[in-house]
């Protein structure tokens, strides 16, 4: 069965440090992936899509199918990264999003 | 340029109550989906419309039923609200033919009480 799974509920993590928000899924093809942010009280928006291989607002994931894997990543967390992180996969074009049931990161000061 | 729009933002039910969620797009996408979001949940989705005038149940669609009235429009109704029907409710749309996932509306706060 198609999955995503974020083993982290909640992720603190000190200003300046370094931000790894885990992601694995299960499918055997190759699907769209993507990172969703859910600042307090608002709606989701995409972050980032692994097809576009882009950095927004210095955060990075990089899509590895050996280990089927797509982990979230910034260099030096700012307080304004607080939020709900949900990780997401479509199997293909025609298919619903699967996502997975979020990471909090909180940054502490 | 609105996306998606949902209303009401925010409702108080009695239980038994029935009421309509409602969610419009104006980007022209096909896809619309309801979604509900609760504490250690995540996102459950309830239903779907993969284009105008077909519906599907998703993964918890028990006390619910929705309308694509048409392609801008897709409503979800509680027809007797119940207090685990409390809950965060977010309207999404897609247009299948890129890359971009969904486009989420700024949710209904729904407490049945």
């Known amino acids: 069965a198609q999955r995503v799974t974020q083993p982290e509920k909640l992720l603190s993590v000190f200003k300046g440090a370094p931000v790894e928000l885990k992601c694995n899924y299960s499918?055997?093809?190759?699907?769209?992936l993507f990172w969703y942010v859910q600042y307090s009280r608002q709606r989701l928006q995409l972050l980032l899509r692994h097809i576009s291989r882009e950095s927004i607002k210095g955060f990075t994931a990089d899509l590895n199918k050996g280990e089927t894997s797509f982990h979230l990543k910034k260099p030096f967390a700012q307080e304004e990264d607080s939020a709900m992180y949900y990780c997401?996969?479509?199997?293909?074009?025609?298919?619903?999003?699967?996502f997975g049931k979020g990471t909090r990161l909180h940054i502490l000061p | 340029n609105a996306g998606v729009t949902q209303t009401p933002k925010f409702q108080v039910l009695k239980t038994g109550q029935s009421m309509t969620l409602q969610c419009a797009q104006d980007?022209?996408?096909?896809?619309m989906y309801w979604y509900r979001q609760d504490p250690g949940m995540g996102l459950r989705l309830i239903y779907y419309s993969a284009s105008e005038g077909t519906t599907d149940k998703g993964e918890v669609p028990n006390g619910y039923n929705v309308s694509r009235l048409n392609k801008r429009e897709f409503s979800l109704r509680l027809e007797s609200a119940a207090p685990s029907q409390t809950s965060v409710y977010f309207c999404a749309s897609s247009d299948r033919q890129t890359s971009y996932g969904y486009t989420f509306g700024s949710g209904t706060r729904l407490t049945v009480v």
């Open positions: 499918y055997s093809g190759s699907p769209e």
């Open positions: 997401a996969l479509r199997p293909n074009r025609d298919d619903k999003i699967i």
């Open positions: 980007m022209n996408h096909n896809s």
